[in-house]
């Protein structure tokens, strides 16, 4: 696990709609993430208009994804989920699944998403992960999503001019 992320953004004041699909599914775990990347997106992006769509479990985020991404079009789109391995194969297969999905959506629609659709070995690594203090891949996922909205603006504004 990489102790190295990036460089928190800097913070936009203009409106920015961001979508989080976030799984019910190992609900502390997964409410640990939002509750970060609130608390983060308040700092970062005061003005951000946010919403949040929980779905059953992490398999069915990318069906709500590509409907909040037709229908409404975010800025950017976050993932939540948290799979924790068992004894057989269906967490890796489902990691699989939905980050192919969530990536070829993104492609698609030229909307950035975010993947925080964790998978873990262990309870503790989930912890570790979405509850813990110094590490929190909710917090992450918010400075990511700032991030991508500044470059996309910028990335507009360059196209426009040329």
């Known amino acids: 696990m990489s102790q ?12 920015v709609s961001i979508a989080i ?5 190992n609900s502390l775990y997964v409410q640990g993430l939002l509750d970060a990347a609130r608390d983060e997106l308040a700092d970062l992006a005061p003005q951000a208009q946010l919403t949040v769509y929980r779905v ?6 990318p069906v709500c994804a590509e409907v909040v991404m037709r229908e409404l079009a975010p800025d950017v789109l976050i993932a939540f989920g948290v799979i924790i391995r068992g004894s057989t194969e269906h967490a890796d297969l489902v990691g699989s699944s939905v980050t192919d999905a969530l990536q070829r959506m993104a492609v698609r629609h030229a909307i950035p998403v975010i993947h925080e659709v964790l998978l873990v070995n262990s309870e503790d690594q ?10 929190n891949r909710g917090a992450e996922a918010a400075q990511a999503a ?3 909205v500044s470059l996309f603006r910028k990335m507009q504004d360059n196209f426009a001019t040329e």
């Open 4 to 15: 190295h992320s990036p460089v928190r953004p800097r913070p936009i004041d203009d409106e």
């Open 21 to 25: 699909v976030a799984s019910l599914y």
């Open 56 to 61: 059953p479990g992490a398999f069915e985020i």
């Open 126 to 135: 989930a912890q570790e992960r979405c509850l813990g203090l110094e590490m």
């Open 146 to 148: 700032v991030s991508m």
